[in-house]
C-alpha cells in the first residue's frame, strides 16, 4: 500500500499500537546485535574465582591480625614493667653508690667490713632478682663507645694503650630489660 510516488503512505510508515514490539534475537542485548553475553558457566566460573581470592585475602588478613595482635601481647608482658624497672635500676644504683662511699675495711672483726659485707650481699641478690626478671646491668669500662647504649657525659684525652672511642669511665651501667634499652650507660669516652 505504498503511495503513487513510491513512498510508504503514512500509515505504514507509523507501527500500529495494537501490535506488540519485536523481541531480541535470543544471546543478543537489547539495542545491539552482535555483543553476546558469556554462558552461564564462565560466568559462574569468574565469579567463583573472584570470591575465593576475596576468601584468601582475608584468611591473610586474619593470619596478620593474630600474629600483630600475639606479637603486640608479648610486648606489652616483656616490657610492661619498664617505667618500675627503671626506678628499680635507680636503686640499684643508688646502693652501689653507698656502698662505694664506706671507708675500707681494716680488718674483719671491723663494724664497717661487718656492713660492707651485708650491703653487698643485698647488692648481690637484688641484681639476681633482677636478672630473673630480665633486668640487666652492663658494665661498659674498656668497651666501644656505642651510642645506642651509653651517652656519653664527658671525652678526656685517651690514656696510653686505650683506642680512642673507648670508655674510660662508667659512671653508671647500662640497663637493659629483655634486651631493650632501660637506662643508657653515663660514660667517659676516649678522644683523640
Avoid: C
Avoid at 523481541?23 to 552461564?40: D, K, L
Avoid at 675495711?105 to 647488692?123: H, I, M, Q, W, Y
Amino acid at each position: 500500500m505504498s503511495s503513487t510516488n513510491g513512498k510508504p503512505s503514512e500509515a505504514e510508515a507509523r507501527p500500529d499500537a495494537s501490535t506488540p514490539p519485536e523481541a531480541p534475537a535470543p544471546g543478543t542485548v537489547e539495542g545491539t546485535s552482535s555483543v553476546e553475553t558469556p554462558p552461564p558457566a564462565e560466568d559462574g566460573a569468574a565469579e567463583l574465582a573472584a570470591m575465593r581470592d576475596r576468601w584468601v585475602r582475608a584468611e591473610a588478613e586474619m593470619q596478620n591480625l593474630r600474629a600483630r595482635h600475639k606479637r603486640e601481647l608479648e610486648d606489652a608482658r616483656n616490657y610492661a614493667v619498664t617505667r618500675f624497672a627503671r626506678d628499680v635500676a635507680d636503686a640499684a644504683e643508688n646502693l652501689r653508690r653507698g656502698l662505694d662511699a664506706l671507708p675500707a675495711a681494716s680488718g674483719d672483726e671491723d663494724p664497717v667490713a661487718k656492713l660492707r659485707g651485708g650491703f653487698e650481699g643485698v647488692e648481690r641478690a637484688f641484681l639476681s632478682m633482677l636478672e630473673r626478671h630480665g633486668v640487666k646491668a652492663e658494665d661498659p669500662k674498656g668497651k666501644a663507645f656505642d651510642p645506642e647504649l651509653h651517652q656519653a657525659m664527658a671525652e678526656q684525652p685517651a690514656p696510653d694503650g686505650v683506642a680512642p672511642g673507648t670508655v674510660i669511665t662508667a659512671w653508671t651501667p647500662a640497663w637493659t630489660i629483655n634486651g631493650r634499652l632501660l637506662k643508657p650507660a653515663m660514660v667517659v669516652v676516649a678522644g683523640r
